[in-house]
């Protein structure tokens, strides 16, 4: 069995931190409490999402796992979105489409190049077929128009000697066509993906030494 080991540096959590006390404390609060309160409120929740991320970096064997690794991830993901928004830091990302763009231009998605969705887009997409919606969407640009799309489970290596050992994804069915997909990725590809978004943190912690 391979050893869990950390993919993401909680470390930056705490430097982040410091860095906001001590623009507060130096600029005589020039970040207003309640504000204040609400950075210290998200960075203390990442920090908790990103340990139990760390502990649980191996691929998921079980249903539960891969919706209990995916309910954290979102909550990092989005606690790193409301950071910049907050702080009205704009942060580009170089590819858009790195770590989830050839997904979209094989089977069974096989997209359109001019329809293919962001990474940050894809993740919406398969956390509202994995969890949160939790049954169905419509809402993701790239479906065909009057689309919906439902899912009864999602899919982790309950068969090993059939799928490779780091293969998540997400059974779906449509109204627009009877056959059954199974959208199957590499977990090092969802674990990429949030450790981008992650290290964003890095960016944020410059910004406010700047």
Request: proline share 5%; with cysteine.
């Amino acid at each position: 069995m391979k050893l869990r080991m950390s993919f993401l540096n909680v470390q930056l959590i705490h430097d982040l931190q410091c860095s906001l006390h001590e623009f507060h404390r130096a600029n005589d609060g020039a970040i207003p409490d309640d504000q204040y309160n609400y950075l210290f409120a998200i960075t203390t929740r990442l920090d908790f999402c990103a340990r139990f991320l760390n502990r649980r970096s191996n691929c998921p064997h079980s249903d539960e796992a891969l919706l209990t690794f995916m309910m954290y991830s979102c909550m990092l993901v989005d606690g790193i979105k409301q950071l910049l928004k907050i702080l009205s830091i704009d942060v580009s990302v170089p590819d858009e489409q790195l770590y989830f763009g050839a997904l979209c231009k094989k089977a069974p998605l096989n997209l359109s190049e001019s329809n293919y969705p962001t990474d940050d887009k894809f993740f919406e997409y398969f956390r509202a077929l994995t969890f949160a919606h939790p049954f169905e969407t419509s809402r993701p640009k790239f479906l065909q128009s009057g689309e919906v799309q439902y899912s009864p489970w999602v899919i982790v290596n309950h068969v090993p000697e059939i799928l490779d050992d780091s293969i998540v994804g997400v059974r779906i069915f449509s109204n627009k066509h009877n056959r059954i997909i199974d959208l199957e990725f590499p977990f090092e590809t969802l674990k990429g993906y949030i450790e981008s978004r992650y290290n964003l943190i890095a960016s944020i912690i410059k910004w406010v030494n700047k």
